[in-house]
């Protein structure tokens, strides 16, 4: 057992954060993102949400200082969802770093798809909001 790791991190996902290197980018899927075809490392988080997550992997790993460092998937202008998880994101995202101000890039779907794919490891979530789907970039520890 080590201290100060929260308890929601896997060992296995503990050690993808430390194998990362700065620049390198990690996508925390929804339940509705083709993780496994796009991931050239996959961990399964079935039964966790993102947002917890998220803020749990930010208190080990740094935002990398690039204006836009959080990048997420547009949602379609011809969808029927009216919700919006980016302010949220926004706000873990920055209360993880004192350092910065965050901003947000946003990528059309194939966009994002083609990053992910490019992207050192996928973590496949639970996620059950639609357009959740995330890709954080790894910064450097001062």
Known sequence: MLKCIP??????????????GHGDEIVLGDRN??????AKRLIRYDGMRIKP???DILKLFPLDYIKEPVTLMKIP???????????EYKTIAQNATEDFTIDINYLDRQEFYDRAS?????VATGETERFANI????GVIK
């Open 33 to 38: 993102f083709p993780s496994a075809s796009h």
């Open 53 to 55: 997550l998220l803020e």
């Open 7 to 20: 308890a929601s991190l896997s060992p296995e996902l503990v050690k993808i954060l430390m194998e990362m």
């Open 135 to 138: 890709i954080i970039r790894k």
């Open 77 to 87: 202008p011809n969808s029927d969802y009216k919700g919006d998880i980016s302010n």
């Open 118 to 122: 490019k992207a050192y490891a996928i």
